[in-house]
């Protein structure tokens, strides 16, 4: 499933890598502009943990953090944002590497990060805010452009995240809106806030300006262009390079002018070559540029020497590492360049974007090939480089990125290729979301392909089936046929086969063919081993050690949980529907053992079937039917008695599971014929885990049902049932004790 696509992982190749490191870098500070030291001690010794620095463009936000970050003395962490950097997992991917490049913390944070939806708010968020609180010297946290996060996920995951600095040591975050969390850091005092007042220009540095483009602006003339100009740093430059070319026209900017494309346009293109402007704006299809790049947008071998000319003449470009390969447009003036390329060349942009994606796939980027196939109307090509890229983009965690790619393309387009709606099946499927899983799944139902898919199956057919067996909405003996179908069509060299041969062991089972099921897990797990498709090996052991444990071959068990909850923590698996298995497997080893970790090993696995939901069935009510047994025989009926009941609600929607059903029921009569205990307390429930990581947060109950679709009403009585079930009566002593029993982080 997540990993049955095994190319490079889209954001891990030699480019995207070095894309990384333009991230990541500290800019130097660039000679000449105004100083802000002033300002900058003043942030320094507020002894804030956060500070904020908010101004429209144009007002040296950048240029503040990057002549802080040349003074500082305390390690510094940089994160320069893009909009693609909107995805939970990705923000706090590249604040965890970022922190442990300039701290020292172990390299592997930032891979602990790799999570989606709720885990980023109950494993990664947590994880990252401990390792701050952790440190054991100061830091700094500087983000540029933080406007450039805008969902709430990522404003949740920050907001977390920022509560872990520790004393002595500060966030600092540049943006042109103030971001969610800021009223809520005022109110407590928390913040230093630098605005557009701070960071206007005086008639000091009106002159310092001037004085830097060699001309010389008397005192008078100085209070004249700041108060045309407003103090707008970009203003005053232009002004500065009027005057140098007519001296008479140094005031003629003023504050009304400072989003008109005529200055910019005049002042900044007027005087160059031709050949320069058009490469000026064609260039602007661009977030960031490198020679090579261009050269291929723009048909040309000469864009290294251009890019060096350019930032010799201080056009407005930025040098993003200390090599200068890689540089991007100033915010404001790309957005005037964009403008003029809709305005002199309208028809050649969608070409742009075609020419930037060639360069982008041709060098092993297909994430970003993809962002700019999103400007064009080429959606065949852009679905198929999707199809290729999906699961392991969310495998790397960016679901939030799948996500936006498939709204982006439209039901329609995805539906267009068919492979690709298989697909879009499956991420519902192994993050636990049934609808729509099941909405997929209807979509794929009446289509056919007979082009080779970009997914790596056989046959769209033979990806289709497997998708119907994994779901079982057709119960058993369709399941088996659909299983069946997938293993004769995928071939032993296939890097669908360990998939197709754990499917096919599953099917076996509902049927009641144990024996069959164990051989063919058997050879799924060494198949899965030798590709590295590591989800698929989990649950192949799991299921082979859950038919051990059955049959008495406990040793034989024990090798296969280990190896399987290995391969869970190694490759950040716990929060998978295919993780379930092995978690509930573990704590049954446990009990059997007498193990003192019984209770531990108990909680983790009640945690991970949150993710494991009707849209696999026989996943979902084996883990569970596994854990009622577990509880039950450690005395807690109730816990058991509750897993029956939730097993009850997925057979609502998958009511025929064969061999699966006479277990249920077996086990069910058992527990029934029992005299109910004394009233224990339930466990939580799977929405109730869900909801608990947002307890961490500042959200009112309003806001948390938003974040989860449901109503302020749904939000009171699970968080008034945590509470109960919980033993607490505050949101703090709730979390804390969450964290206690392992129910958050771990």
């Known amino acids: 499933m997540a990993d049955t696509i095994r190319a490079a992982p889209p954001r891990g190749g030699p480019l995207d890598l070095l894309l990384l490191e333009t991230k990541l870098a500290i800019p130097a500070a660039r000679a000449g502009l105004v100083s802000r030291a002033t300002l900058i001690a003043r942030a320094r010794g507020s002894n804030r943990p956060v500070v904020t620095v908010t101004a429209p463009s144009g007002y040296g936000k950048s240029s503040l953090l990057a002549q802080w970050a040349a003074v500082e003395d305390r390690p510094v962490a940089w994160v320069s944002l893009d909009r693609f950097d909107d995805d939970a997992a990705a923000l706090l991917t590249l604040l965890a590497a970022s922190f442990a490049r300039a701290t020292g913390a172990d390299p592997a944070l930032a891979g602990d990060m790799r999570r989606h939806g709720a885990s980023v708010l109950g494993r990664s968020a947590p994880r990252l805010a401990a390792a701050f609180r952790g440190s054991p010297a100061p830091f700094v946290v500087m983000l540029d452009d933080v406007h450039e996060i805008t969902s709430p996920a990522c404003h949740d995951a920050l907001a977390l995240v920022i509560g872990g600095i520790p004393d002595g040591s500060q966030l600092v975050a540049a943006g042109r809106a103030e971001q969610p969390y800021v009223p809520r850091l ?27 483009a060699d001309v010389e602006l008397s005192p008078g003339l100085a209070d004249t262009v700041t108060a045309r100009t407003e103090g707008w740093p970009v203003g005053v430059y232009l002004a500065a390079k009027i005057a140098r070319a007519t001296p008479d026209r140094a ?38 540029l490198s020679a090579g790049l261009c050269d291929a947008l723009l048909e040309a071998k000469d864009s290294q020497a251009r890019l060096r000319e350019l930032e010799a003449l201080n056009a407005f470009l930025v040098p993003l590492d200390r090599r200068r390969e890689w540089y991007r447009y100033h915010p404001l003036f790309r957005e005037f360049l964009l403008g003029e390329l809709r305005r002199e060349e309208p028809e050649i942009t969608a070409e742009l974007h075609t020419r930037a994606a060639d360069w982008y796939e041709s060098n092993g980027s297909a994430v970003m ?61 192994i993050s636990g979301h049934p609808v729509a899983a099941d909405r997929w799944a209807a979509a794929v139902d009446g289509l056919s392909f007979d082009e080779p898919p970009a997914d790596g199956t056989a046959s769209f057919a033979s990806g289709r089936a497997m998708l119907r067996a994994m779901m079982c909405a057709h119960g058993p003996d369709q399941a088996v046929t659909d299983a069946a179908f997938g293993l004769a069509e995928e071939p032993a060299w296939s890097v669908w086969r360990d998939q197709a041969l754990g499917l096919a062991g599953e099917a076996q089972l509902l049927v009641g063919d144990v024996d069959r099921a164990e051989e063919l897990f058997s050879e799924a797990s060494d198949v899965a081993l030798s590709n590295g498709h590591h989800d698929v ?42 993780a379930a298995l092995a978690q509930a497997g573990a704590a049954r080893l446990s009990l059997h053992r007498g193990a003192p970790t019984v209770e531990q090993d108990l909680t983790r696995a009640m945690r991970a079937r949150q993710f494991s939901t009707y849209a696999a069935p026989a996943l979902a009510v084996r883990a569970r039917l596994s854990l009622a047994r577990s509880y039950f025989a450690f005395g807690d009926d109730t816990t058991s008695r509750h897993l029956l009941h939730e097993v009850a609600d997925i057979r609502m929607h998958r009511p025929a599971l064969g061999a699966l059903d006479d277990e249920v029921a077996a086990f069910r009569a058992l527990v029934d014929s029992v005299p109910l205990g004394g009233g224990g307390v339930p466990p939580l429930t799977p929405a109730e885990l869900r909801l608990l990581p947002y307890l961490q947060t500042h959200l009112t109950m309003p806001e948390i049902g938003a974040r989860l679709f449901v109503s302020r009403n749904t939000v009171s009585t699970e968080v008034g049932a945590i509470y109960r079930k919980l033993g607490v009566s505050s949101r703090s002593d709730a979390v804390e004790r969450a964290t206690a029993i392992g129910l958050i982080c771990g």
């Open 186 to 212: 005022r109110a407590a005092d928390a913040t230093f806030e630098v605005g557009v007042d701070d960071l206007a220009l005086d008639s000091r540095g009106a002159q310092q300006v001037f004085a830097e």
């Open 251 to 288: 005031v003629a900017v003023s504050g009304d002018d400072r989003y008109v494309a005529d200055y910019l346009y005049r002042e900044s293109l007027s005087g160059l070559p031709c050949d320069v402007q058009r490469f000026l704006r064609r260039t602007a299809v661009l977030e960031r």
């Open 369 to 429: 090939a993809i962002e700019h196939l999103l400007q064009t109307d080429d959606r065949d090509r852009c679905v198929r480089l999707v199809a290729d890229v999906a699961l392991r983009t969310y495998q790397a965690g960016h679901l939030q990125t799948v996500q936006r790619w498939i709204a982006a393309l439209g039901d329609r387009a995805v539906a267009g290729y068919p492979p690709l709606a298989v697909l879009a099946g499956w991420i519902a499927v």
């Open 537 to 578: 090996r989990v649950l192949a052991d799991a299921e082979l050690a859950m038919i051990a444990m059955d049959r008495g071959r406990w040793v034989e068990a024990a090798g296969r949980l280990e190896r399987a909850l290995a391969c869970i923590a190694e490759h950040r698996l716990q929060d998978y529907a295919t």
